[in-house]
């Protein structure tokens, strides 16, 4: 079992950072392959004009780092994306990763569906949490993978979420269960 967390949040050390870390040691003691990527290290840029049949698309903008990092998802088993909540939805890195990923899905060659993906997310003010979700879940619909789950949690300081056992403990379940190690409990 191989597992991809995408982090998108430039700032490494900060709350989604630490709950990604969290999850990824749950996927591990399961017995999973973890890798995290950190989108903003990768010059991915956002996608350029594609065409309207989704099977002829032609990524316009491959010259970046995209086909990079598109190689590790094609290879992961589950997928779980980590960003922050910027402007009422995903970051900017996530975002661009996401839009390209419709110039390759109906094309052969490319292991895009059957994969498990979750979220971690993290927010400054209450109910921010599903401007995240509830963009990635529709994505996930498409790609036709299955969403096993989220996690939303409010913090403000940097590190604060290290506090939180709740949180802390939920992110390792999250982890264990892509991993398959509470899958069905």
Do not use: H
């Not at 003010?125 to 619909?141: F, H, L, M, N, R």
């Amino acid at each position: 079992m191989k597992v991809l967390i995408l982090a998108g949040s430039p700032r490494k050390g900060g709350n989604t950072d630490i709950l990604a870390d969290e999850a990824a040691r749950g996927a591990r003691e399961s017995g999973a392959q973890v890798e995290k990527v950190y989108l903003d290290d990768f010059r991915i840029r956002p996608i350029g004009e594609v065409g309207d049949v989704i099977g002829q698309r032609v990524d316009t903008r491959a010259d970046d780092d995209f086909l990079a990092v598109f190689g590790r998802f094609t290879e992961a088993d589950a997928v779980i994306f980590a960003t922050p909540v910027y402007w009422q939805g995903v970051s900017a890195q996530t975002k661009c990763f996401i839009d390209r990923l419709s110039a390759y899905i109906k094309k052969p060659g490319y292991r895009i569906g059957g994969k498990a993906f979750a979220v971690i997310t993290t927010f400054g003010a209450p109910d921010q949490g599903k401007w995240v979700t509830e963009s990635i879940k529709p994505a996930v619909k498409f790609l036709g993978g299955t969403y096993a789950g989220d996690l939303a949690v409010c913090v403000t300081k940097k590190g604060e979420v290290r506090a939180n056992a709740g949180a802390m403990k939920a992110a390792y379940e999250l982890g264990r269960k892509l991993a398959g190690g509470t899958a069905g409990k």
